[in-house]
């Protein structure tokens, strides 16, 4: 083997370590999640449940040119279990200031679960191009003390 040969195969190999610590820093130090896909439910309707007094479920549908529920409205420490999937089209869904950055796929339901901390007001937009309406599509969760 060529020495040229073996320095580019230690370079690799260095590289990929390095991106293997990356994505274990960013899972287990930064504590970030994947989301998870659901198998889709017919019976799938835009809404918030209420589990118990600090534990909720939304459900997201996004379409042309809105997100549904528009306005959430939740207590601070709440846990959230987020569900999302798309009435047309891919959309893209990002809450400000939390780090949750989800697809909505027509057909499919994607799932992600955080807790907010913090009183205020967390902007959702959508981040992939849907249309010439796609600067409207904005939803709101607003987190109030009890």
């Known amino acids: 083997m060529d020495k040229l040969e073996i320095k580019v195969m230690i370079w690799s190999g260095s590289l990929m370590v390095v991106f293997i610590m990356a994505l274990l820093y960013a899972t287990h130090a930064r504590n970030l999640d994947v989301p998870a896909c659901v198998p889709y439910d017919s019976n799938y309707k835009a809404q918030v449940k ?3 007094s600090t534990s909720y479920e939304i459900f997201y549908v996004a379409k042309m040119w809105a997100f549904e529920p528009a306005e959430v409205y939740l207590p601070v420490g709440s846990e959230v279990d987020l569900y999302l999937t798309s009435q047309d089209v891919v959309h893209g869904f990002h809450i400000e200031k939390k780090g949750v950055n ?9 799932k992600v ?3 907010f901390n913090e009183p205020g007001i967390y902007r959702i937009v959508c981040h992939e191009y849907c249309g010439t309406g796609h600067q409207n ?10």
């Open 50 to 52: 209420q589990i118990d």
């Open 102 to 110: 989800l697809m909505a796929v027509p057909g499919g339901i994607n």
């Open 113 to 115: 679960n955080f807790k």
């Open 137 to 146: 599509m904005v939803s709101e969760i607003i987190v109030n003390h009890p």
